[in-house]
């Protein structure tokens, strides 16, 4: 009973981050609010600095309550092309996206 748990338990793992992704691709941008504007410019700040240095190239996105409240690219999708990122950018999760799409088919 033990090993059938311990076998069903990554598949559920699996199958809930699955889930996360597809319900939150639809989600729209929320307005924040002025309380958590200080939270969203602090974010920005931070990001933009790292990238301006050299520390950071990617797609920044922060949610509260299933919302999301601010989002930004930054850097290069391809840097031999100069293609900018997108906040629809695709990213290979490398080993954690194989068991996601195994369970897809």
Not at 65 to 76: F, K, P, T
């Amino acid at each position: 009973m033990l090993g059938l748990r311990l076998i069903r338990m990554p598949f559920i793992l699996l199958n809930s981050v699955f889930l996360f992704f597809v319900l939150s691709c639809n989600s729209k941008p929320a307005q924040a609010s002025p309380e958590s504007e200080e939270l969203v410019q602090s974010f920005r700040t931070h990001f933009q600095k790292l990238f301006r240095d050299g520390q950071f190239n990617g797609v920044v996105l922060l949610a509260s309550n299933g919302r999301i409240i601010y989002q930004e690219a930054l850097g290069l999708q391809n840097a031999q092309t100069g293609r900018k990122l997108t906040k629809d950018s695709v990213f290979n999760l490398a080993s954690v996206s194989k068991p996601i799409t195994a369970t897809e088919y």
